[in-house]
């Protein structure tokens, strides 16, 4: 939500953390189209923390654009680390994206955003992965292979078929 209550609790935090505020700038609530180009436009995106990304996630990687994460224990902060594992990108894109501490995530951010050669060879290869998130038929295949197991229709088919097989 955007008020300036929200903007104060953060204000705060972050001065608490050392933060030069001078550098830190807060928008409002951005139609899609806008909030696309400013991903376009940003060096390096910063997964959410601890519920990450899943839309955002996709948008961002279709844009061709490092997003560093940090994967929590649970679904909600895991989308990104799943993103990042399943369409193909070279070790070393997922060592410089995916951090397992707090320091590490801000240093992989920092590196990305210093380093010029890194953060090209990265884009370049999210560029090149990135389709592979669409048209995956293993995800149709698994999403069918569980609702069916867990179908009353189906667990119902597999009671009467045993109910007959000790009938017999």
């Not at 903007?7 to 807060?26: I, M, S, T, W, Y």
């Not at 189209?33 to 923390?49: F, I």
């Not at 519920?51 to 649970?74: M, Q, S």
């Not at 680390?81 to 193909?88: R, V």
């Amino acid at each position: 939500e955007d008020s300036p209550a929200n903007q104060a609790v953060f204000k705060k935090r972050l001065e608490r953390a050392g933060c030069n505020l001078d550098r830190v700038h807060f928008l409002k609530q951005q139609p899609h189209h806008r909030l696309l180009a400013l991903y376009h436009e940003a060096t390096v995106v910063l997964d959410s923390y601890p519920a990450g990304g899943d839309t955002t996630t996709r948008e961002v990687l279709e844009l061709g654009k490092p997003l560093v994460t940090l994967p929590t224990r649970l679904l909600g902060g895991r989308w990104t680390l799943g993103y990042l594992n399943n369409i193909g990108l070279k070790e070393s894109t997922k060592k410089a994206l995916i951090a397992s501490t707090t320091e590490e995530y801000v240093n992989l951010a920092v590196r990305l955003a210093t380093d010029t050669s890194l953060r090209e060879s990265v884009e370049a290869d999210i560029e090149e992965c990135a389709p592979n998130l669409f048209h995956r038929d293993e995800a149709v295949e698994a999403w069918q292979k569980i609702l069916i197991e867990i179908s009353p229709v189906q667990q119902c088919q597999q009671k009467a078929a045993l109910d007959r097989k000790d009938e017999l």
